[in-house]
């Protein structure tokens, strides 16, 4: 997906009557990797507030931008949606040259060859991680859900980025994987799981095996900060195309909902 593509769905959007959906640009727009920022505020009161990023990681923009690019298109249309959330997206654009997006993952990171989602730290700092940062500063949200996707895995995979929390989290987490309805999406097989430097505590469900392995990840740093859900949503890269799209949006969409009704936020009822 071109740049120029994706701003040109997002103005569409921000243009139909009524939508109330706004975009701010976080880096200059003509940056070789802007970052555009998307709110879509909610009609509703006291709407669970949603953080959705996506495009980190190059050979993961074909999965993560059209799943975000579908939860807004979802949520401009329906109603209860907009009642009940207040959205706000972070989307990377032209994350890495095609050709680097070719290469072993150990080897493509993101600007100047380092990795966007291990910046959130002390002496780990980028420019774009900065501005994110401050545009989230001082603003409060109840859930977060980091896009990315992995070529290894062989279903998709919910990552806690509270792994102190994780057993507390496990009743929302084990509702949302609920929503793909075939076992063989959730997780590898049981007997020898592939989950790529991740450890299955429970079924779909993933801890970082090792504390210093999330340093600097974006939904530890929101974790540290109070977001109480902040998840890393991995999608699986073996899977058909169309499918890591829509499986990836039922699974976003679940998360939300089971966050809103199961998640402690006196928020279940509207």
């Known amino acids: 997906m071109s740049p120029h593509a994706i701003v040109a769905q997002l103005e569409q959007m921000a243009k139909q009557p009524g939508s109330g959906l706004s975009l701010r640009w976080l880096t200059p727009k003509n940056w070789s990797y802007p970052v555009v920022r998307v709110d879509l505020p909610s009609t509703g009161a006291r709407p669970v507030r949603a953080l959705i990023n996506a495009g980190t990681h190059a050979e993961e923009v074909q999965q993560s931008i059209p799943q975000a690019l579908g939860l807004l298109r979802f949520a401009l249309r329906d109603k209860a949606f907009r009642r009940r959330y207040a959205t706000t997206v972070l989307i990377k ?65 919910l990552v806690d980025g509270r792994s102190d929390a994780a057993k507390a989290n496990w009743p929302v987490i084990g509702r949302a994987l609920s929503a793909l309805p075939n076992v063989a999406l959730l997780d590898a097989p049981r007997k020898k799981p592939i989950v790529t430097g991740y450890a299955l505590s429970r079924l779909g469900a993933g801890i970082t095996p090792f504390a210093e392995h999330a340093v600097g990840c974006f ?14 949503m991995e999608t699986p890269q073996k899977l058909d195309p169309r499918l890591q799209v829509r499986g990836g949006l039922r699974l976003l969409r679940s998360i939300l909902d089971n966050v809103r009704v199961h998640g402690g936020l006196g928020r279940g009822q509207r």
Not at 118 to 131: F, I, K, N, Q, T
Not at 219 to 232: E, I, N, Q
């Open 93 to 157: 654009l032209n994350p890495d040259d095609p050709e680097l997006a070719k290469k072993p993952w150990y080897i493509r990171r993101l600007t100047r060859y380092r990795d966007l989602n291990r910046s959130y730290a002390a002496g780990r700092w980028m420019v774009e991680s900065r501005l994110i940062a401050r545009s989230l500063r001082g603003q409060k949200f109840d859930v977060a859900v980091d896009l990315h996707a992995d070529s290894d895995l062989d279903g998709f995979l």
């Open 219 to 232: 939904d530890t740093y929101l974790a540290d900060r109070g977001v109480p859900y902040s998840f890393t």
